[in-house]
Every structure is written in C-alpha cells, then in structure tokens.
C-alpha cells in the first residue's frame, strides 16, 4: 500500500503497548506519523495516523530527526 501526503506533526514514538510485548527502548516502539491530504493542518485530530512497527522498520530508510519523544 501507498499513501501520498504530507507530514503535519512530527512523528511521536509510542510507549509501552501489548503489540510490542510492553518494551519501551525507542527501537522497540511503535511511531506514530500524522499525516494529511492538507499542508501546515493544524488539527492534528484530523490528520492519519500511520504506525511504523519496529519489525518492518529496518528495511525501510528513515531521517530519526523528525522523532519527539514521548
């Protein structure tokens, strides 16, 4: 699947949760990315969120500058 959007907050890194067995190392975590069909939505309950999961992030290229914690 693709989606084409922009990014309207920076991607927040999710705690501890049961899909990732309550492990909180940043590595670990799932991120959350808002995303919207609109530049600069500053609402962002509007906005997608897309979960990145630490299993399916090593074969993708990410820039960490766009993490916050959490």
């Given at each position: 699947m693709v989606i084409e959007g922009?990014?309207?907050?920076?991607?927040?890194?999710?705690?501890a949760e049961s899909p990732n067995c309550g492990l909180t190392d940043p590595n670990e975590v799932d991120w959350h990315i808002y995303t919207s069909n609109?530049?600069?939505?500053?609402?962002?309950?509007?906005?997608?969120?897309?979960?990145?999961?630490?299993r399916i992030r090593p074969i993708h290229k990410w820039a960490k500058s766009i993490w916050t914690p959490w």
């Open positions: 922009f990014l309207v907050h920076k991607v927040k890194l999710k705690g609109t530049a600069g939505l500053d609402d962002i309950s509007k906005a997608v969120i897309v979960e990145t999961t630490a």
